[in-house]
């Protein structure tokens, strides 16, 4: 199979050859799933969310609606890899409307609450309330969603 060969999922989600999707995983309707992205076993996508290509969202992590993943972000659940050990695990919670910047990094048992923003190149190593958007390693506040959408819409 060539790369870049588009793969109908039920409910008009889509994922782009080649990439993985683990079995048991929940894929709501309208996900798209990039090249070469790893979305691990037993993950929930909800309604709308799109992961870039070369993302990794390991197992057990659940991610809400119109939650977007930019390219070659991590999101772990293993504190202690490699463990091998699924009862040591602590699965990601990502809320509805978040954003993980490319190449960020959110570290295992963490909630990105609702709408908030995790910078491209951040390390999140804490809980990131709603609506705030945090930058840096380690990832801390720099400003509202609401003052983000607003620079966003004007440069």
Known sequence: MDGGERIDLPN???AWAPCYIGKDCQIGSNVSIGCLA???????????TRIQGGAYVA???????????GPNA???????P??????LWEPVTLENGVVIGGGATVLP???????????AGS?????LPSGEVWVGNPARFHSTREEYEARRDTE
């Open 12 to 14: 008009g989600s889509v």
């Open 38 to 48: 790893h979305v691990g076993r037993n993950v929930t996508l909800g309604d709308a």
């Open 59 to 69: 197992d057990l992590s659940s991610l809400g609606d119109n939650v977007f993943i």
């Open 74 to 80: 991590t999101i772990l659940n293993d504190k202690y």
């Open 82 to 87: 490699p463990s091998g050990n699924p009862d």
């Open 109 to 119: 048992g963490l909630i990105v609450h609702e709408n908030a923003v995790l910078a």
């Open 123 to 127: 390390i999140l190593t804490k809980n």
